[in-house]
């Protein structure tokens, strides 16, 4: 009996999903991999950084609520005044080693909060790839809006709080964008403005991650 549960627990080990701070020294050609970009909030070297409206902002409750046995999740802390160009060119450098090591553009996908969605706007434009995947959570921002040359490419998903008046829809980036391949956009209503993203809630961390799995199974 005890042989067969050390068996199990192995197993489980085996098909779960990895948790990132860096970029993997080894990449598996054959697993999925997702990259969770914070807010700005949290840029600095506080991975709880308090927002007086808000609350805490819940980074590593975030990142392990993000994990899953079907993909590995790479969550960089992002330093103190981070360029978002510069970032976001760095993020469009890795999606291309992953590429040239063999992980399919399909397999890839990219998230991002606020800062973190402004960032993963970004790097869609950079790579300009369809057949990657992006979730823009209140990340459609005035500045993306303003930055008419900035277009998203592949399959998005966005999500948005009904109480949060600093950002809304990303109807606008879709329609000025040409190759997106897919586009779904919901909306979520908790009351807690942009702070709704600041911790794992089920009601934006249960559709991200079923967006996920189910696009992981239709590629």
Not at 46 to 67: C, D, H
Not at 101 to 130: C, D, E, H, Q, Y
Not at 136 to 142: H, M, R, Y
């Amino acid at each position: 009996m005890r042989k067969i549960i050390l068996l199990a627990l192995i197993s489980t080990k085996a098909l779960a999903g990895e948790i990132f701070d860096t970029f993997p020294l080894t990449v598996k050609a054959n697993e999925k991999y997702v990259f969770y970009s914070h807010g700005y909030i949290v840029e600095g070297t506080n991975p709880r950084p308090v927002n007086p409206r808000w609350g805490t902002y819940e980074f590593p409750m975030i990142k392990q609520a993000l994990s899953d046995k079907n993909y590995n999740l790479i969550a960089y802390h992002r330093a103190k005044n981070t360029n978002p160009n510069e970032f976001a060119k760095r993020l469009a450098d890795d999606v291309r080693l992953l590429i040239k090591k063999g992980v399919p553009a399909n397999n890839i996908s990219l998230v991002g909060f606020s800062r973190g969605g402004t960032i993963t706007i970004m790097t869609s434009n950079l790579l300009a790839n369809n057949q990657l995947n992006f979730i823009i959570l209140a990340g459609c921002s005035s500045y993306i809006k303003e930055s008419i040359k900035i277009v998203v490419h592949g399959k998005i998903y966005s999500i948005l709080e009904t109480s949060d008046d600093l950002v809304g829809s990303c109807q606008f980036l879709i329609d000025r964008s040409k190759n997106v391949t897919r586009f779904t956009e919901q909306s979520i209503s908790t009351g807690k403005e942009h702070g709704a993203f600041y911790t794992p809630r089920p009601e934006w961390v249960t559709p991200v991650k079923k967006w996920l799995k189910t696009n992981n199974e239709n590629n």
